[in-house]
C-alpha cells in the first residue's frame, strides 16, 4: 500500500506549491481536484488543459521532478444538478476529465454519483432518504430510472473510451451514499463504475465501515483515508442528521477529524487489513477536512500517524511457501 494526498485541502496555492507539500511530507502519490463541479479553477482546469498541451506537460514535469505519481483525478460535483447550466459545465469538465486522466497515465477518476430533483420541474436536488409519504418512494425511482441511470450509461462510456474507472465515493445529498446503491449502480452500468471508498461517510448513518468493505470488495477501486468523530452531547438530543456548518466542529452532532484523531491505531490496522483482504492493495489517499487543524498541520499529523500503519510490501499469500 501506499499514502497518498488528495489536494483539496490546498486551494491556498497553486498546483505546484500543493505538490511541493505533498513531497515535503514524503508522500509519493496525489490525487490533483480538478477543476469543475465543487472545486474552484485552481490546481488544473481539464478543459483549458485538453486545449493546452503546455499545461499537462508542465503538470507532468511538476510531478515526475518531485517524484510523485497521480493515483486518481477527482471531479467532484453534481453532474445531475436540476440547473441545466450548471449539469452542462460540469458535463463539459467530466468529459475532459476522463481525457485528462488517460494523459496522466492513471485510470482513476473520483467523483460524485450526483444527486436530481424530485420530479421534472424541481430547480434544487432532492436527497430522498424516507419511504413516506409515499410519493417519495416513486420519486426516488424516477430519479433512478430518468436521471442517474441515463445519465451514467452515457457518461460511462466516455469513461471506458479513455480506459478509466469511475470511482464514486459514497456520501450524504448524493444518490450513490452507501453500498447498496453503489452496487445497484454498478451493477446496471458495468465494471466501468466502482468505489472510491471513504470510511468518515459510514459511521453517521451506522454503517459498519469493515461490513461495507466486506460489501463492496472488489469494486474499490480507491480509498480515501479520513476520520471523523461524534459529538454524542450534541448527538443524544440531535441524532445525526445535521445541517450545521461542516466548521462549526463543537456545535455539530458529528464532524471529520484528522487520522488518529477519531478513531485510534487498532481501527484503522482493521480497515486496513480488510482492504487487503478484500483484494485492495493500493493507495490511501489522506483528505484533509478537519476544522480544528490547519491543512499542513493536519496532514502532517495523518502521515505520522498513518505511516507506521501501512504495509509497505506485497502480501505474502502463504507464509509456508518460504519454507
Known amino acids: 500500500m501506499k499514502i497518498g494526498i488528495i489536494t483539496t485541502a490546498l486551494f491556498d496555492r497553486d498546483l505546484e506549491g500543493a505538490l511541493d507539500t505533498v513531497a ?146 459514497m456520501v450524504p445529498n448524493d444518490c450513490v451514499y452507501n453500498p447498496e446503491t453503489l452496487l445497484r449502480l454498478r451493477g446496471e452500468i458495468g465494471e466501468v463504475v466502482g468505489a472510491n471508498y471513504d470510511p468518515s461517510h459510514f459511521l453517521f448513518q451506522g454503517i459498519d465501515p469493515l461490513a461495507a468493505i466486506r460489501t463492496l470488495g472488489e469494486s474499490i477501486y480507491h480509498v480515501h483515508a479520513k476520520d471523523v468523530a461524534s459529538n454524542p452531547h450534541v448527538q443524544a438530543s440531535r441524532g445525526v442528521l445535521d445541517p450545521t456548518s461542516l466548521g462549526a466542529t463543537a456545535q455539530r452532532s458529528w464532524a471529520y477529524r484528522t487520522l488518529g484523531w477519531g478513531h485510534g491505531a487498532d481501527y484503522w490496522t482493521d480497515l486496513i487489513t480488510q482492504l487487503r483482504v478484500s483484494g485492495y492493495d493500493d493507495v490511501l489517499s489522506i483528505e484533509h477536512e478537519d476544522a480544528l487543524l490547519s491543512p499542513e498541520e493536519g496532514m502532517r499529523k495523518a502521515v505520522e500517524f498513518l505511516k507506521p500503519l501501512v504495509p509497505a510490501e506485497p502480501m505474502q499469500a502463504d507464509w509456508t511457501s518460504a519454507l
Open 24 to 169: 515535503g511530507l514524503g508522500v509519493s502519490q496525489v490525487e490533483i481536484a480538478a477543476t469543475g463541479g465543487f472545486w474552484p479553477d485552481r490546481h488544473l482546469n481539464p478543459v483549458a488543459a485538453m486545449r493546452d498541451e503546455g499545461i499537462v506537460d508542465r503538470a507532468k514535469d511538476a510531478l515526475g521532478e518531485r517524484g510523485i505519481e497521480v493515483s486518481a483525478i477527482s471531479i467532484h460535483g453534481n453532474p445531475l444538478d436540476p440547473n441545466p447550466e450548471a449539469a452542462e459545465s460540469y458535463a463539459r469538465q467530466y468529459r475532459a476529465t476522463c481525457e485528462l486522466a488517460e494523459r496522466f497515465g492513471t485510470d482513476r477518476v473520483s467523483l460524485l454519483a450526483g444527486l436530481p430533483g424530485a420530479g421534472p420541474r424541481d430547480e434544487v436536488p432532492n436527497w430522498i432518504v424516507f419511504p413516506f409519504p409515499t410519493q417519495l418512494g416513486d420519486a426516488l425511482e424516477w430519479q433512478w430510472h430518468e436521471r442517474v441511470l441515463p445519465y451514467w450509461q452515457e457518461a460511462a462510456e466516455h469513461a471506458k473510451a479513455h480506459g478509466v474507472r469511475l470511482c464514486f465515493e
